[in-house]
């Protein structure tokens, strides 16, 4: 377990800054292949240690076991079934999180009087743990999905409405004069300037969101859940098998880092401008 | 036939920018307004604009009052101000976006070619250098053919060498549709290269001191003796401009201001 945890560390921590900094062209194909170096031997020789019988391999599973659970689960269905439940989750507490975080952070980032009304009361609710809204959610909602739901889209709103309200707040006003000379309309000015201009933080903010997302869907899902793949971990910690909680964590790595690529995928044509920057 | 009618500019915050600043401006003339810091002729350039319009006073262009950006009106920044998520052609067309796609994409192609920059037509912004991206912001002020365009300070960013190189090509471009051109700048030779009148202006509130007549035939050579006497002329206007202002608050600020002349 110990080693696919921190193979999924080192993937993270790997991709993030390739994808900002990208330093200079040797370093980007060298920097991933130098990470896998570790996790690629440790993982060997963990295979090899419990294969030649000096360990048993039964509270950490060697490769092979993990991933033939992995077909076992998925041969049964029971992977596919609580992903999609899992992922269906977050989407929709993402979503709802989104749409709240974006028309909040929008309002409190154009109108100062907006901003002080709210974001006061909004920096000390998000000094609150999200997890300790918990019982307050289940005694409010009950234990089944509005009360997994909202606790996600909490998590999902802050890194969301930050970043909409710094992005919006920091619009370059001399951008905003060039349109007001062309003669823009409202709509045109939020469509030609306001909306390009803000893309590049927003899309990040999407991102540090959905992060938090697949983490609160985790803990939600720990704290009590009959499908999902928060509880395939529960269900391997009850049973005793470490193979399954390792494949959920799996899982829970592969979708989470798919949905931040789809989303950095579906935003990449409209930030080519801002890759030129990149680059140089 | 371009108007301005006792104009003047009080800010919110109580500061007195523009003291009844009046002046007409014929088509096709090329007007430089030069003066110290704080004189208000960028707040001069401004209210024609319709940016930010006079307190008091009218800026009337063939007798249509100008109280908010017009389409007959164009204005170059100090700096480009592209905007970096349009390629070079975007920009320059981003002023056409009522016209048919086929004009837009013809009209810009004519100006970038026009400013000798048609092979930079794909590129972001971020890849012109400061010379090349002021240029993409005159294509894209020229390209609504408008009939007044206001630069402010536009070359002042640029390295001496590109500066002349585009205050001629700004000549030239000029002689196509020859606009009225109103020029703010604190280099007094831009000033006499370019302009038709040079306009000086004196601080507290901003005012016209004096207006000299540059009667020298284009192209004007930097270098020779009539250039040189139009240019003492200016500088003497300028000094008694200073001294002559309103006794400011403070001593130093007369100083900066000085110095900001004789850079």
Partial sequence: MALVTMTIAAEQRGAVPAERTAAKKWARLARPALGL???????????????????????APPPSVIFQEFVDLA?????????????GRV?????CGVAVATIVGAAAGYSPVIRRL??????????????????????????????????IAVGVFFPVYLGVMGAIQSVDRKLV???????????????????????????????????????????????????????????????????????????????????????????????????????? | MLVL????????????????????VDPGEIVAVIGGSGCGKSTLLRAISGLDP????????????????????????????LLPWLKVAGNVGFGLGDRPKQERAARVATTLKRVGLADKAAMWPRELSGGQAQRVAIARALVPRPEVLLLDEPFSALDAFTRTDLQDHLLDLWADAKPTLILVTHDVDEAIVLADRVMVMCPRPGRIFDEIAVDLPRPRDRQSAAFDFVKRRVLAALDRSLSRAVAPADGEAKASAGAALWW
């Fill in chain 1, 37 to 59: 170096v570790l996790p690629v031997t440790l993982a060997v020789v963990w295979e090899f240690v419990v294969r030649m019988g000096w360990a048993s391999g039964r509270l």
């Fill in chain 1, 75 to 87: 041969r049964s269905g029971d992977l596919q079934r609580n992903t999609l439940v899992t992922l």
């Fill in chain 1, 91 to 95: 989407a929709a507490g993402f979503g």
């Fill in chain 1, 118 to 151: 709210l974001d006061p009361s909004l920096q000390a609710l998000r000094a609150i743990p999200s997890i300790a809204w918990v019982p307050l959610f289940v005694l409010w909602l009950g234990i089944f999905e509005a009360s997994k739901i909202t606790l």
């Fill in chain 1, 177 to 280: 004069e060039v349109g007001r000379a062309f003669r823009l309309s409202d709509v045109q000015m939020v469509r030609r300037i306001l909306l390009p201009a803000v893309l590049p933080a927003y899309v990040i903010a999407l991102r540090s969101g959905l992060g938090l997302g697949w983490m609160f869907v985790a803990a939600a899902e720990l704290l009590g859940a009959s499908e999902g793949l928060g509880y395939l971990l529960l269900d391997g910690q009850e049973l005793g098998k470490p193979a399954e909680i390792v494949a959920a964590i799996v899982a829970f790595a592969v979708v989470g880092k798919a949905t931040d690529w789809l989303i950095a995928l579906a935003a990449a044509p409209f930030l080519r401008w801002e890759d030129v920057v990149r680059q140089e």
């Fill in chain 2, 5 to 24: 009618d006792r104009v003047s500019k009080t800010y919110p915050n109580g500061v007195h920018a523009l003291g009844g600043v009046s002046v007409e």
């Fill in chain 2, 54 to 81: 006079a307190s008091e006073g009218t800026v009337l262009l063939d007798g249509e009052r100008i109280s908010a950006p017009h389409q007959k009106i164009g204005i170059i920044f100090q700096e480009p101000r």
